[in-house]
C-alpha cells in the first residue's frame, strides 16, 4: 500500500461518511469501525516496511487522522491516538520491545489504546511474579474498550517510580466501565477503566520517568504529550472540514433561497457564497498551521537523541498555536455552517450538529486559554513550556 | 396578581428550571409545561383588568417571555407566541370578537398559539354555510398541537381574498402531525398541521389582508410580523441568560482549577472571570436593546390607527437591529461557556447543550443577514423595511 | 434653555463636525471649542434652576456627552469631565462650597476640569496661611490648560491626609505643560502639569478620602470614579456613532460600486449594507447598554447618603459592563467602516481615521481585561468591584 | 549571495526597523529605501544565476517580501510589486525581451515599478515611429516615481488593442504627480502618474492582453493578477508581524503591571499573555496559509505553457482564501497590540499606529468580501474566479 495512504484514508472516510450521523445517533461502542480501521491498512502507517508496515512517516499519519476526522471525528480521534500509542513506544528505552509490539501489530492487525489521564490519582503497581500487579481506576481511557494493546502508565506503590507499559487489553481484570456519555465524540468509547490485579512482566514495560526534564531521554519522552496536543488539533480541523464538506452538499441541493434574497437559489446568495468563504479560508488557515506544526514536531523527532530543550520547545509552541486556531475554528465553524443550510436542516434527521458537539467536547480537552498563554510567553521573553501531560 | 407578574413569572421559571434538562430529553408533548403556563396567571397578562386580566403591557410580555425562557426557552417561546397571537387579533377591525376572544381566554384559562408560516403554500377557505370550510396543510405551526385556540391565515379560493380568523384548536378536522422532530426547542410542538374541512363562522373572522401598504389599517395590521421578530428576539436573549445562569452555578460548585492555573478554584481562574465577564456583558447588552426595541413597538402600537409607516419603519428597524444583536450573542454564549465549565460539563446528564440547541435552532428562524441589511439599508439610505411575513 | 439641552448638543455637534477633520489634523488647544462649549449653555446643564442652570439631570448630562462625542471625540471628552468635575464636588459635605462654585460657574460660565491621575505619585500639600500649599507634577491632566477652575487631590505632607479641593486654573504657579502628543483625543489638553506653589485657601477644600470603604460618606464619595468610567464609554459610543454617520455619509455619495459587484451604486452591494447593518446594531445595543448604566448610576445618586454599598457595587458593575461593550464596539467600528467606504477615503483629507485614534487612545484609560473581570467576578461569586480610582 | 537571500533580506529589514518610525512620520519619497533594496541585492533574486541573479524562486521572493514588509511595510510592498513586474515579463512570449530587461536588472541595479490601476480609464497608444506614443493619466501608480523601469498597460486608438510594455521611468513626457497623501503606506509613492507624449519602441512592448480565457497563453498571462494579489498578501502578514514584534519590544521594556493585576510585572499579566498568544498564533496561521498559497501559484507557475485553467483557477481560490485570512489578521492585530503595550504607547512619538495605518491602506486595495466569494463559490459549486484585475 505504500504511497497509497491517502487514498486509504479516503476509502475509509467515505466508507465512514456514508451512514456517520446514523452511527452518532445509535451511540454503540465503535467495534465496527474498529474492523474498519483494521481493513483500511492504515493502523499500520508508521510501521517500517521491513516489518510489514507502510513506513510512512509522522506528516502521513497526521494527514490521514485529519481526512478520517472529517468524515467521522471519533473515528478519527481513534485513528489519531492508535499512531501515538504504539509510536511513543519508540520514545523509550527499549528497542526490542518496540520491534516485537510492531511486528505483532502488523501479524494480529491490532488496536492501539491508552491509559493515562494525568488528572486521575495514578494507577498503582505492586512488583508481582517477575513483573508487576496493576489496580486502580482511570477516567477517559479513549478506546480501551475496543482496543487490542494498550500503553498504560502507573506508579510503583514501592519506590514511587512512574512506569508506563503495554497490556493486552483483554487480559484478566481489565474492566471498562462502558460509561461514557458525553456531548460529542460519541464513538470515542472514552469511558473509564478499572485495573483489578491486572499482571505485567517485567519484558513489556517501557520505562520511567524521568525525575526532571534534564534527565538523559527526558526531553525526548516529553514529545509524546505535544504529539497529542497535535493530534487533537488535528481532530480539530478535520471536524470542521466535514462540517464545510456536509453543509455544502446540503445547500447546494436542498436548501431554499431566501424570500426576500432576490435571487433564485442558494448558491448564489451573497451572504452564503460569503459565508462559505470566510470559514473555509478560516479553516484553510488552521490546516495549515497545523501542517506546520506537524512538520515541526516531525523535525524534533527526527532529531532523535539529539534533540535539545530549546528545539522541542519550538515545536510546543508551534503546536500550541495551532491548537489555539483549530479550537477556535472548530467551534466556529461547525456552529456557524447551520446559517449556510437554513432552518429545516437541523431536523435531527440530518444529524449536522454531531460536527459542533463533536468539536464542543473534544476541544475542552484542556483548556485552550492556556495554549494561548504559552504561545504569547513564549513570544514575549522565549520561555518555553513547562513538560507536563498537557504541554 | 397586578404588578406580581414578574413574580409569577420567576415562580414560574423556577418551577420550569428544575427539570428542564430532564424534560428536554423527554422530548414529550408539553402539555403539562401549558398547564403550568395557565396555573401561572401570565397567559391574561395583556388582557385588560376590567375583562378579568392584568392589564399589563407590551414590555411585561417582552419581560415575562425572556425571563421564562431563560428557563426554558420553548415554553418561554410558546408564552411569547401566546401574547402574540391573542394580542394581534387587536390589529383587525373587529371589537366584540376581541372583546370575546379576551373573556373567554380568561374564562376558560386558554392558549393561543398561531398557523401562519409564510413559507408554506396558504391554507384555502371555501365559503360555507354562514362561513367557510379550511383545507390544507401547513408546516411549522408552532404550540398549536397543545393549544386552545388558533389564530389563521388562509386564502379564499373564489375571491383570493386572505382571510385571518380564529379557531378553536380541538375542531373537527385540526389535526396536528406531531413531527417536529428538531436539534432545539423541543418542547414548542412546532409540528406541522393539516386542516381538513374544518368549518369557521363568519362571526370568527378576523378580516382580510390589505390590499397593500397604503390600504386603510394596512400599517397598523403589519405589526404582527415585527412583533414576532421582536418576541423571538427576546427568547435568543433569555436563552443566552439561562445559559449564562446555569453555567455559573455549575463553575461555582463543580469546576475544578486547571493544574496549570495556580489559583486553587475555578472562580479564581483569570480566564474564568473575565471570560464571564465578557459573556455577561454581551448579553446584558442585547437585552438592552431588546428592552429599547420593545419601547419602540410599544410607542407605535400606541399610536393607534394614527400610525405613520415611517413610525412603524423605526421600530422596525430597531427590532432587527436587536435581532442582529441578539442572534449573534445567543449563539456565541451558548457555545462558548462550555469553555467556562470545563470538560466534564460535556456529560450528557447535565444536558448543557441545550441552550445552544435552542438558539441555534430559533436564530435560524429567517436568516439574519437580511435583517443587518435592513439595518444598514436605512442607516444609509432612511429607507424602511417592506412589510412581509419576516419584516 | 429647560427642555432644550438636547438642541443645544445637537447644534454644538453640528457644528463641531463641520471643521473636526481639520482641527484635529492642526491639533491646537481647544481654546475656541471651549468658548463654543460655553456659548452652547451646555456648561451649567446640571446646575439647579434656581441657581441659574438648566436643572437636568445625570441622564442629560450622559446623552449631550455623547452627542458632542460623535461630533467631535475630545470635545466630548471635555464636557463629559467638566459635568463629572463639577458634579462631584456634591459628594463632599461642603454644602455651601457646592452652592458657591455652581453660582459662579454660571456667572462666569466657567469651564472645569481635574488633576487625580492615580497611577502618579500624588501631589503634595503643605499647611500655609489659612490653607494650603500645593506642589508636584501630574501627568494626564485633560483640560487642566484650557479650564477656569480645577478640581484637585494631593496629600498632606504632615498627616498623610489625601484632600480634594477646588484651585484656579490661572492661580499663581498652575503651569499646564502642553506635552499631549498622542495619536487621539487630540484636542483635549491631556498634557501634563506642574504644582509650583499654588496656594489653597481652607474654604476651597471638599474634603478628605474616607480611611476605608466603610468609614461615613465613603460609599457615595466612591461614586466618583465609576461616574468617569461611564462618561468615558459614552465617548466611545459617541466616537463609533460618529465614525458611522461620517462614513455612510461618504458611502453614499462617493464610493463607487465595486467592478464586480454587479450592482451600480455602493449603496446597493450587499456586503456594504449587512456591513453597515452589522456595526449599527452592535453601536446601538453599546448605547443602550450605556443607557441602562446611566440609569443605574443616577438611581445610586438619588440614593444619597443612604446608599449602600451594595447598591454602588450594582452600578460600578452596570457600568463596567457597558464599557466592556462600548470599548469593543468602538474600536471595532471605527476600524472596519474603512472597509465600507472604500480604499479611496484612505486619502488623508478626509481625515477618517481620526474615529479610531480616538477610539484606540481613549479605551486604553485602563485596560478592559480587568472590567471584564469585574463583570464576571460578580457574575460568579456576587462579588462587588473594590473601590478604586478605576472601580 | 546564493542562499544568503534570507539573510540579506534580515539584515535589510533590520536597517529599515531602526528609524521606520521616523521615516513614516517624514513621509518622503522612498528615494533612499530603494537605494537600501539595491544595496541588498535582493532586487536580482528572481534572476537566473546565469543572468547574474540570485537564481532564487517564488517563495523566496514571497518571503523576502514579508520579512522586510514586517519591518516597513511600504518598502515591503515596493519589493513586492518590483518582483512581480520583472516576474510579469516572462508571461508574455517575448524572450529576448525578458532576457534584455533582466541583464540590463543586474548590470543597472534597476528598481521596477508599474502602472496598470484597472479602475481608471486605460492610456491610449497611438502608432508612431516604429513604436506608439502613449498619454494618459493614471492613479495609484504604486512606486513608478522612484522606479527605474515600468511595466504600463494602455489601448491602441486605433485596433483597441491592450498592450503591454517597458518604459523607461525617466522618459521624456512621464510624469509621476507626487500626490499620494493617504492614511498608510505612505512610502510607497502611489501617487498618480501622467503620461504625455511618451515614446515606446516596438521591442519594448511585450504582447497584448488575450480576447477571452480561451485564447493561447491567456491562462498564463492571467496568473500576473493573482500573484499581485498574493504579494499583498503577503505584506498584510508582514504587517502583523511587524506589529506584535514592536509592540513586544514595548511590553517587554516599559509597559507597567496593571495596579489591580496583582503581578508585578506586564510579562506576567495573564491578560497580556494570552493577549499575545491568541494574536500570535492567528498571524501564524495566516502565514502558513500564505506559504501554502505561495506553494499553490509556484506550481501553477512551474506548469508554463500547460496551465490549465482549473489549475489556475486553484491557485487563485488557495490566494484568495490566503488574502481573506490575511486581511482580518493583520487589521485586528494591528488595533489590538495596542491593548497589550499601554496607554502609554500611544504617544505619538512611539508611532505604533503605523502598523494599522498600513495594515487599514492597504487592505482596502480591493474589497475582502468579493474575495470571501470567490472561495465560497469554488467551494459550493467548483466554480474558479474569473480572469480580472483582482482575481
Redesign the interface.
Known amino acids: 500500500m505504500t504511497d497509497n495512504w491517502r487514498k486509504a484514508a479516503e476509502r475509509l472516510a467515505a466508507t465512514l461518511r456514508d451512514d456517520a450521523a446514523e452511527r452518532d445517533r445509535r451511540g454503540a461502542e465503535p467495534v465496527g469501525e474498529v474492523h474498519l480501521l483494521r481493513d483500511s491498512g492504515l493502523l499500520t502507517l508508521l510501521v517500517p516496511t521491513e516489518l510489514g508496515g507502510q513506513g510512512a512517516g509522522w506528516l502521513a499519519a497526521n494527514t490521514a487522522t485529519r481526512v478520517v476526522a472529517a468524515a467521522d471525528a471519533s473515528i478519527g480521534h481513534l485513528l489519531g491516538y492508535h499512531y501515538l500509542q504504539l509510536w511513543r513506544t519508540e520514545l523509550f528505552d527499549r528497542p526490542e520491545l518496540v520491534d516485537r509490539v510492531r511486528r505483532d501489530t502488523v501479524a494480529g492487525r491490532w488496536f492501539w489504546a491508552g491509559v493515562s489521564n494525568?488528572?486521575d490519582a495514578d494507577l498503582r503497581l505492586a512488583p508481582a511474579n517477575g513483573g508487576f500487579r496493576v489496580d486502580g481506576r482511570k477516567s477517559f481511557a479513549t478506546g480501551a474498550s475496543v482496543a487490542d494493546r494498550l500503553v498504560v502508565s502507573a506508579t510503583r506503590t514501592d519506590t514511587g517510580e512512574k512506569l508506563t507499559f503495554v497490556v493486552d487489553a483483554h487480559a484478566d481484570g481489565v474492566h471498562p466501565l462502558g460509561d461514557w456519555?458525553?456531548?460529542?465524540q460519541r464513538l470515542t468509547a472514552s469511558g473509564g477503566i478499572v485495573f483489578d490485579g491486572v499482571h505485567v512482566p517485567d519484558e513489556d514495560v517501557l520505562g520511567g520517568q524521568p525525575a526532571d526534564e534534564s534527565a538523559p531521554g527526558a526531553v525526548r519522552l516529553s514529545l509524546a504529550a505535544i504529539a497529542f496536543q497535535l493530534m487533537l488539533s488535528q481532530v480539530y480541523v478535520g471536524t470542521a472540514e466535514g462540517a464545510?464538506t456536509e453543509a455544502?452538499g446540503y445547500?447546494?441541493t436542498r436548501t431554499?433561497a431566501?424570500?426576500?434574497?432576490g435571487v433564485d437559489s442558494a448558491?448564489a446568495d451573497?451572504?452564503?457564497?460569503?459565508?462559505?468563504?470566510?470559514l473555509?479560508?478560516?479553516t484553510?488557515?488552521?490546516g495549515?498551521?497545523n501542517?506546520?506544526a506537524a512538520a515541526a514536531l516531525g523535525a524534533a523527532v527526527d532529531r532523535g537523541g539529539d534533540l535539545t530543550a530549546a528545539e522541542r520547545g519550538e515545536a510546543a509552541v508551534?503546536i500550541?498555536?495551532?491548537k489555539?486556531?483549530a479550537t477556535s475554528v472548530a467551534?466556529e465553524v461547525t456552529?456557524?455552517v447551520?446559517?449556510l443550510v437554513?432552518?429545516r436542516?437541523?431536523?435531527?434527521?440530518h444529524g449536522?450538529?454531531r460536527f459542533?458537539?463533536n468539536a464542543?467536547?473534544l476541544t475542552?480537552?484542556?483548556?485552550?486559554?492556556?495554549?494561548?498563554?504559552?504561545?504569547?510567553?513564549h513570544?514575549?521573553?522565549g520561555e518555553h513550556p513547562?513538560h507536563?501531560g498537557?504541554?
Not at 270 to 278: F, H
Request: avoid cysteine.
Open positions: 494525568p488528572l456519555d458525553n456531548l460529542g464545510l455544502a445547500t447546494r431554499r431566501w424570500a426576500l434574497s448558491v451573497p451572504y452564503v457564497l460569503a459565508g462559505y468563504g470566510e473555509v479560508a478560516r484553510r488557515a488552521a495549515a498551521l501542517d506546520a508551534a500550541s498555536a495551532a489555539v486556531v467551534n456552529s456557524t447551520f446559517e437554513g432552518a436542516a437541523t431536523a435531527n434527521k449536522f450538529d459542533w458537539r464542543r467536547t475542552l480537552h484542556d483548556p485552550v486559554a492556556y495554549k494561548a498563554r504559552e504561545v504569547g510567553a513570544f514575549l521573553t513547562a507536563t498537557y504541554s
